[in-house]
């Protein structure tokens, strides 16, 4: 009954590959996140969604786009990794108009 | 931009013993929320606390409380009775009242010695 989930848990790759992170909550919320914490534990957002359009893009990459074929997933796709992705990248979701976010577990991305 | 800073970037307190955390913000914004979040060692995070701007009262949960200072934009959090599951990292947040954007700090790991 795991509310906010995300798949793979940790996810080691080449840099130049392309991968993707997939996030599902089970919630019912109509908005969701994707963050990035560094290693120096600073969180940042990167997108918003809310009811399938994007309302917040921070200036990411856009190597970076996320995608959301409804309201109960927000995938992540990174194409041609680097370096400095490495991170633990967190997804996120609440319902308007309340303010509390549910973090899924995190998933670690390391790139050699 | 509004902007969140934890200070501290490690504490540690003996078990049974109270710790505060502190959080200061900047923002030009009148009406926003602020919330503390514990990340355990899994991950995961979690909603500790939260309190919004036009409340006066200090927001308390368990052994949970806030002293919340509008005018000097600070927020930290008092833990109670500390237990040694209360060990981890803790993360100050903000948002604004129509922004769905969440700012937070840098976090501060938290030791409970026994």
């Known amino acids: 009954d795991t509310a906010v989930s995300q798949t793979p848990k940790y996810l080691v790759t080449q840099m130049g590959n392309d991968k993707s992170i997939k996030c599902e909550q089970n919630?019912?919320?109509?908005?969701m996140y994707w963050y990035k914490q560094d290693s120096k534990k600073f969180l940042k957002i990167m997108f918003s969604?809310?009811?399938?359009?994007?309302?917040i893009n921070e200036t990411v990459p856009n190597r970076f786009s996320p995608k959301s074929p409804d309201k109960a997933h927000l995938n992540l796709h990174i194409n041609s990794l680097e370096l400095g992705d490495s991170a633990v990248y967190f997804c996120a979701s609440k319902r308007t108009p309340y303010n509390e976010q549910f973090f899924g577990p995190g998933t670690r991305l390391t790139v050699l | 931009a509004q902007t969140v800073t934890q200070s501290q970037p490690e504490m540690s307190v003996q078990e049974a013993e109270t710790v505060t955390l502190s959080c200061t913000y900047d923002t030009s914004e009148s009406d926003y929320y602020l919330f503390w979040y514990k990340q355990p060692p899994s991950r995961q995070m979690i909603l500790v606390i939260r309190?919004?701007?036009?409340?006066?009262q200090n927001a308390t949960e368990n052994r949970f409380s806030v002293n919340f200072q509008k005018a000097a934009k600070s927020f930290s959090l008092k833990i109670s009775d500390s237990q040694l599951g209360d060990a981890a990292m803790y993360f100050c947040a903000y948002r604004g009242f129509e922004n769905n954007d969440m700012r937070f700090g840098a976090g501060t790991r938290l030791t409970v010695k026994p």
């Open positions: 969604y809310n009811n399938k359009e994007l309302i």
């Open positions: 309190q919004e701007a036009y409340k006066q």
């Open positions: 919630l019912g919320h109509d908005t």
